[in-house]
């Protein structure tokens, strides 16, 4: 049975132990999102989310299979986008590290995860949801576009992030 919850702190070895599973993987594989194991997402970056109360986590029969933060903080420079609808910061919410286990990719985890944060979006009133992309994350825009978000232009966030000059916007207004 899946379920999607918001992690408490005594989930945060479980949590932080996916994302270096999933990190060991990308780095072994192809790295698409660009994420430095032990760094980020790491522990201390999963702890600050779950003491936020953003980190989420999906589980299949008890295990861990996919993991995302949700917030109204971009962390970045939002302003730039070419969005359809001129929302200011927390009129929408932005999912971040969203991550299936890769023993579960193609079994639709990560679909159901962007999914739950559309529907939360809507139940907590807000007007949209973005997210951005590195652009060669190639199996993160077959997602969202294929769930109904629509591109807002390649922008650079000032995130200062060398290696990642450039993030690929995306939106689903209500």
């Known amino acids: 049975m899946v379920e999607i919850y918001k992690c408490s702190m005594k989930e945060l070895d479980r949590t932080a132990a996916f994302y270096d ?27 600050a989310a779950i003491e936020a109360g953003e980190q989420y986590v999906c589980e299949d029969d008890g295990k861990i299979a996919g993991a995302f933060i949700l917030n109204d903080d971009p962390q970045g420079d939002y302003s730039t986008g ?9 009129e929408y919410m932005v999912i971040h590290t969203l991550a299936a286990d890769p023993e579960k990719y193609g079994c639709g985890i990560g ?64």
Do not use: H, Q
């Not at 192809?30 to 997402?41: A, D, H, L, S, V």
């Open 21 to 47: 599973r999933v990190t060991k993987y990308l780095d072994e594989n192809i790295n698409y999102p660009k994420w430095t194991r032990g760094e980020y997402p790491g522990y201390e970056s999963t702890r």
């Open 82 to 90: 070419d969005w359809s609808a001129d929302l200011a910061e927390g």
């Open 111 to 174: 679909r159901r995860m962007a999914k739950y944060c559309i529907e939360t979006a809507r139940e907590r009133s807000f007007k949209a949801v973005r997210v951005d992309v590195v652009p060669t994350n190639y199996p993160a825009k077959r997602l969202y576009e294929s769930i109904g978000f629509s591109f807002a232009g390649e922008k650079d966030l000032k995130r200062g992030i060398a290696r990642i000059p450039t993030f690929l916007l995306y939106e689903l207004n209500f």
